[in-house]
Antibody, heavy 113, light 109 residues
C-alpha cells in the first residue's frame, strides 16, 4: 500500500525555521513528481512547491527564496525546509505524490509569537 | 502568477448532473495546463480524482469525468450521490509551477 506520513510541524515564532518531512512507503519518491501543498485555516488549497523526478524544483511566488524542497532517495523521503517564517505561512502542509495521486494526512505549522 | 477561477458554489439534486469548470486568467485552458481535479471533505486530506484532463485513479468513482470544454477544464458529475457533497479544487500547470483554483463547494440537495 502507498503511504505518505508528514512530520515536523509545530508552533514557531515569526522569522524562525522548520523542516517538514514526508516518509513514503509503497513507491519510490525518486520516480514520482512530489509536491507540497498547504491549506490555511478555513481557506482553500495553495500549491507550494514541486520536485520532478529529474530533480528540477519550482516554487510558488509566496515562498520563493524562503522554502527549499528536497528528497532523500535512500530514505525514500521528501522534505520542505522553511526559513524566515511569517504568520501567513500558518497552515496544514500536505505532501503529495503528484504522479500517483496519493496524499498524506498533513502536518500543522503555526507561526505566532 | 496566473489566477485560476472556479465557481464558488454549485448545487445538484441527488441523481442529477453538474459540471464544474476551471478557467485561467492567462487565456484558454489547454492540454498543456495538465488540469487536475481534487475532492476534499471536511476534516479530511484532499483526494485526487482526475489527472491530466481526464485520467481517473483506481479510487475515482465512475460517475466523475474530466474534459476540456469551451476553453476551460471541466469536471462532470453524472448521477450525484449524497457523499459527493464536498469542496472541489482544480489545479493548472504553468511551465514548472502550478496554481490551484479557489475551489467549488458542491451541495447535493
Amino acid at each position: 500500500d502507498v503511504q505518505l506520513v508528514e512530520s515536523g510541524g509545530g508552533l514557531i515564532q515569526p522569522g524562525g525555521s522548520l523542516r517538514l518531512s514526508c516518509a513514503a512507503s509503497g513507491f519510490s519518491v525518486s520516480s514520482n513528481y512530489m509536491s507540497w501543498v498547504r491549506q490555511a485555516p478555513g481557506k482553500g488549497l495553495e500549491w507550494v512547491s514541486i520536485i520532478y523526478s529529474g530533480g528540477n524544483t519550482y516554487y510558488a511566488d509566496s515562498v520563493k527564496g524562503r522554502f527549499t524542497i528536497s528528497r532523500d532517495n535512500n530514505k525514500n523521503a521528501l522534505y520542505l525546509q522553511m526559513n524566515s517564517l511569517r504568520a501567513e505561512d500558518t497552515a496544514v502542509y500536505y505532501c503529495e505524490a503528484t504522479s500517483s495521486g496519493h496524499w498524506g494526512q498533513g502536518t500543522l505549522v503555526a507561526v505566532s509569537s | 502568477q496566473a489566477v485560476v477561477t472556479q465557481e464558488p458554489s454549485l448545487t445538484v439534486s441527488p441523481g442529477g448532473t453538474v459540471t464544474l469548470t476551471c478557467g485561467s486568467s492567462s487565456g484558454g485552458v489547454t492540454s498543456g495546463h495538465y488540469p487536475y481535479w481534487f475532492q476534499q471533505k471536511p476534516g479530511q486530506a484532499p483526494r485526487t480524482l482526475i489527472s491530466d484532463i481526464s485520467n481517473k485513479h483506481s479510487w475515482t468513482p465512475a460517475r466523475f469525468s474530466g474534459s476540456l470544454l469551451g476553453g476551460k477544464a471541466a469536471l462532470t458529475l453524472s448521477g450525484a450521490q449524497p457523499e459527493d457533497e464536498a469542496d472541489y479544487y482544480c489545479l493548472l500547470s504553468y511551465g514548472g509551477t502550478r496554481v490551484f483554483g479557489g475551489g467549488t463547494r458542491l451541495t447535493v440537495l
